[in-house]
């Protein structure tokens, strides 16, 4: 015990000198509780089976975002972004009155209207798309643009 006490100021030093101790300065608070509510992203609609309300987000690396997902009940919809999915940390996911907590998220499939609120932060820059399957070709198909 005497000598993790002896160790503490020095490694403590060496962590200021090396800049540990600025990370304080970037985290004041928990980043993934203060989300930006993003526009929803209506699936289809009256005038449309294939069409999608939004077909780009503008995003930031290190920022919380919630995302709701509305699905009309016109078609089938299987919302996909898996190159996405794996470049965010993702804090849960809402539906039907459950909160789901997961390490990634592979599909959001709705059989009628619904919806899912999505709860994130993007850790890697790029632009993922993101989709109904099988449906990309009709147009069900944009983008996240993460800066």
Do not use: H, W
Not at 49 to 59: A, G, K
Not at 80 to 85: I, L, N, Y
Not at 131 to 143: F, N, Q, R, S, T
């Amino acid at each position: 015990m005497r000598i993790l006490k002896a160790l503490f100021l020095p490694v403590l030093l060496i962590c200021s000198l090396i800049g540990f101790d600025t990370l304080y300065a970037y985290a004041a608070g928990d980043l993934t509780r203060r989300g930006t509510a993003l526009p929803d992203l209506v699936l289809g609609n009256e005038e449309s089976d294939y069409s999608m309300s939004q077909l780009e987000y503008q995003l930031e690396t290190g920022k919380a975002y919630q995302l709701k997902i509305i699905a009309s009940g016109q078609k089938e919809y299987a919302f996909q972004a898996p190159e996405f999915a794996t470049s965010i940390f993702l804090r849960k996911v809402e539906a039907g009155g459950v909160e789901i907590k997961a390490i990634t998220l592979t599909e959001l499939e709705f059989e009628d209207a619904g919806e899912a609120q999505i709860f994130f932060v993007p850790i890697k820059p790029g632009k993922y798309r993101f989709y109904a399957k099988g449906l990309e070709g009709k147009g069900m198909l944009g983008y996240f643009m993460v800066k």
